[in-house]
């Protein structure tokens, strides 16, 4: 319906934006009823905040403050505001290699949502392909989540899986989850934007 106020996006990452641009590229196609209101990246020069003013979405860096893996005080305070300014409904972590919790998590509860390159809980943390083609796993995949207090721990929306293959290497893998991550997480983005994610407990939904 004309002047219908659409579901609101605000997109969280570090690195190059693939999953960003996939999401991106489902809401111009049609595919999620979305749109995205903001993308923020605490690394100046990455990828997904060139990829945001290509899509003509509003991009902003903030600096993350003086930690390695998680917001200082007043960093999370300036990441709040600037969501809450531009009235998102959902937040997409999209390769955001920074830790969010207390302040943030409570700003947004049960409205964060990241996705993650293994089968969780298998793998949580850093380069969970390369965790998963050490271990020697046979299945790996992605996993899309709700975000808690905790490491890749909250209740899991949806995951999909790859096989692992004998010649795999750490990015011949890697680049096999991001193409299933690709499908996935626009489709659980499309799925929440509906209202169609029902939520109990750990128990995660998605009714049609
Ligand atoms: C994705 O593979 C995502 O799963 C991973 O970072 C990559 C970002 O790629 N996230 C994590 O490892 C979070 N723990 P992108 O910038 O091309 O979307």
């Not at 860096?61 to 300036?78: C, I, N, S, V």
């Not at 690709?182 to 209202?195: C, Q």
Request: hydrophobic share 45%; proline share 4%; charged share 20%.
């Amino acid at each position: 319906m004309a002047g219908e106020r659409k579901f609101r996006l605000g997109v969280l990452g570090s690195g190059k934006g693939s999953n960003y641009v996939a999401i991106a590229n489902a809401i111009t196609a049609g595919r999620v009823a979305a749109e995205v209101a903001l993308v923020v990246s605490d690394v100046a020069d990455a990828g997904i905040l060139a990829q945001a003013r290509q899509f003509g979405h509003a991009a902003q860096f903030l600096p993350p403050g003086k930690f390695r893996t998680k917001l200082d005080e007043e960093a999370e305070r300036a990441y709040i505001t600037a969501l809450q300014t531009a009235q998102v409904d959902l937040i997409v972590l999209a390769g955001f290699m920074r830790i969010l919790k207390g302040d943030f998590l409570r700003a947004f509860e049960g409205r964060v949502i990241n996705i993650h390159p293994s089968l969780l809980p298998s793998f949580p943390g850093l380069e969970a392909w390369k965790q998963a083609l050490d271990y020697g796993v046979k299945v790996a995949g992605c996993t899309v989540h709700f975000v808690d207090q905790g490491v890749d721990s909250g209740p899991i929306i949806g995951q999909h899986t790859v096989p692992v293959l004998p010649d795999d290497t750490a990015a011949t893998l890697h680049a096999r989850i991001q193409q299933a991550e690709h499908e996935l997480y626009p489709a659980a983005v499309a799925a929440l934007a509906r209202g169609e994610v029902e939520v109990r407990g750990r128990q995660v939904w998605w009714r049609k």
